[in-house]
C-alpha cells in the first residue's frame, strides 16, 4: 500500500474511533461497535446490531456525486431492486430487508464519517465503492465484524476476514490480459507493452500482475502512472509510441480510456489496448472516441456482459430495466445485483444456522466455498488470502449491445495464475 493511502488509513481509522467514542457516549451503548450485545428473537434466531425481529439493516458506502457517480448509481438501484425483489418473496428469515445509503463521493475523510454513522445500525455492507475508501476503514470493518463486499479489486483488500473481495484482483485482471495478447495479437518474446495505471492501490496491483506475466512471456513492460483528475492522455502516447509498444494495457477509470484509445489512434498508434473492468463504460459508446475503441480495445473481466446469454444475466436486465426505464445497464448493475444476492445466501444461511449475530454471518460467508448466483462463475469464499475467483471473460465494445459490451471469450483461468499466486503467497 503506498504512503498516501496508509496516510489515509491511520488518519482514518483514528477519526473513526473518535466519531464512535461520540456516538457511544451519546447513546449509552456498549463500546463495541459491533455490538457485543446480541438477543434471541421469538423465533429462536440470534440477532445483534442491523437485525431485529422485523427487518434486517444494510449499509452503502457508495458514491453519488464523485468520479465514479454512473457507477455508484447502477449499483446501489440494482441492491434496491434485488431488495424489493426479496421483500416480495418473504424477506430473508421472515424479516424485510432496507439498505441504508450513504454518499461519500469518492472522498475518503467523508467516508470515514459515513461509516461511523452507519456502522452500528446494520449487519453487514454489500457495496463500498473504492480501494482507498476500503483501505481507511479495513481495520475498522474487522474490529466490527462487519461483513463488506468492496466494489474495489486490489488484492490489498485481501487477508480480512469481514472484508471479501469478490471475483478476481486486478493482478489476476492483468495476467489473463497478457495472456490474451500473446495468444491473440501476435506478441512474441522482446515486444514492448505499454501499461497506463492510476496511481494507488488500483494501478499498483495491476502492475504487479502485468509485469510479473510480461516477464514470464519475455516482454518488457513501459507503465505510465497517471492521477484520476488526468483526463488527457497525449503526454503518455506520445511516450508509448516512442518505445515501440506492440499492445497498452490501461487501469484506470472510462474517461482515461477514451482519451488514450482515441489519442493514440488519431496519432497512428493503432495497436491492441486490454482494459480492466472499471475502465469501461457504455457511455463511451457515445462519445467521438467509439470508433477506436470498438476497433483497438477489449475488456478483461470476472463478470460477463450484461448482454450474455446466460438465463440469471437476461432476467436481471429485463427486470432491471422495467423497474428503472431509461437508466443505461452496465457492468455496475451486474456487480451490484450479484453481491446482494451473494450476501442475502450468507444471511439465509446463517438463518438456518441459528444467528444473525455479526460474527455468525462472516463464518457462515467464509465457509461457502461454491457460492453460485448464476450470474456468472462460481466463487470460493474460504480462504481470505486469495481473489475469490481466478477466471475471466475476454469482452469488447460494441455500442448496439446492452451495456455497451460483447463476449469474446467465455470464462477461463490464465496459464500462470496459480504460479503467481504462490510467488505472492
Known sequence: MNTEHRRHRTSGTALAAALSALLLAATGCSSKADGGST???????????????????????TDLTGPYATLGKSIVQAQQMWADETNAD????????????????????????????????????????????????????????????????????????????????????????????TRTKGLTEGDTIGHVYFEGDYGANALEGSTWAAEKAGLKV????????????????????????????????????????????????????????????????????????????????????????????QHMVTAYEKKYPGSQVDSGVLSGYNAAHLLGADLEKACQAGSLAREDVVKTHRSQTNADTGLGTPQDFSDVSRP??????????????????????????????????????
Open 90 to 181: 418473504g424477506g430473508i428469515c421472515g424479516r424485510k430487508v432496507e439498505i441504508v445509503v450513504k454518499d461519500h463521493g469518492y472522498d475518503v475523510q467523508k467516508a470515514v464519517t459515513a461509516y461511523a454513522d452507519i456502522a452500528p445500525d446494520v449487519v453487514a455492507l454489500p457495496q463500498v465503492i473504492g480501494s482507498p475508501v476500503v483501505a481507511a476503514l479495513l481495520d475498522d470493518i474487522e474490529r466490527d465484524n462487519l461483513l463488506t463486499f468492496p466494489q474495489a479489486w486490489a488484492a490489498s483488500l485481501l487477508g480480512k476476514d469481514s472484508v471479501q473481495v469478490l471475483g478476481t484482483t486486478y493482478d489476476v485482471d492483468m495476467i489473463a490480459a497478457v495472456d490474451f495478447l
Open 39 to 61: 438477543s434471541d428473537a421469538a423465533d429462536g434466531v440470534k440477532s445483534g446490531p442491523g437485525v431485529s425481529a422485523k427487518s434486517i439493516r444494510l449499509g452503502a458506502l
Open 222 to 313: 513501459v507503465g505510465q502512472k497517471i492521477k484520476a483528475t488526468d483526463t488527457d492522455l497525449s503526454a503518455q502516447v506520445t511516450a508509448l509510441r516512442k518505445a515501440g509498444v506492440k499492445a497498452v494495457l490501461i487501469s484506470a477509470g472510462p474517461a482515461q480510456t477514451a482519451s488514450l484509445v482515441g489519442v493514440a489512434a488519431s496519432r497512428g498508434l493503432r495497436v491492441p489496448v486490454v482494459s480492466s473492468a472499471p475502465g469501461f463504460a457504455p457511455q463511451l459508446m457515445k462519445t467521438p472516441a467509439a470508433p477506436a475503441l470498438t476497433a483497438m480495445l477489449h475488456v478483461v473481466s470476472a463478470a460477463p456482459a450484461v448482454s450474455s446469454d446466460i438465463p440469471g444475466v
Open 388 to 425: 475469490a475467483a481466478l477466471s475471466t471473460y475476454v469482452l469488447k465494445p460494441d455500442a448496439k449491445a446492452t451495456g455497451g459490451l460483447v463476449g469474446v471469450e467465455d470464462a477461463h483461468r490464465a496459464p500462470g495464475v496459480e504460479e503467481y499466486l504462490k510467488s505472492r503467497s
